[in-house]
């Protein structure tokens, strides 16, 4: 797994989050996944990302290959509201999953109360 820099443009951010087959057959993904922000010390920063879009469909990821989801933020400023504090890391559900994937960050900024998570895409 892992987190893209930032794709800002007219007031939106996005982060594009790479999920991994590094089995050596297919699995499948369906819907969204459950995202957090938590610090260091395991607390939670915010509230979980909010799903935004359509559902989407069984997204079978061969071997070897990827997919991804894409969270969306604001720029700082957009929303009245201010920004979050960075996390450490990242707690991720993937779709259908009851066991969380950990990622290291601090290159996630979440403002104006805006988190949210598409469905996984191939």
């Known amino acids: 797994m892992s987190l893209g820099t930032a794709d800002a443009g007219a ?8 999920f991994a087959n590094k089995s050596g057959h297919p699995c499948a993904l369906n819907g969204f ?3 957090s922000m938590i610090r260091r010390d ?11 879009g359509a559902p989407g469909k069984q997204t079978v990821i ?22 979050w504090r960075k996390p450490d890391y990242l707690r991720v559900y993937p779709p259908g999953s009851k066991e ?23």
Do not use: M
């Open 62 to 83: 061969g071997a070897g290959r990827t997919a991804t989801v894409t969270l969306h933020t604001l720029n700082q400023g957009i929303k009245g509201s201010g920004c």
């Open 42 to 52: 395991g607390s939670v920063i915010g509230v979980p990302a909010e799903r935004e």
């Open 11 to 18: 007031g939106q951010i996005y982060y594009r989050l790479t």
């Open 100 to 122: 969380a994937l950990t990622l290291r960050t601090t290159g996630l900024r979440v403002c104006g109360d805006r988190f949210t998570t598409t469905a996984v895409e191939g």
């Open 33 to 35: 996944p459950g995202v």
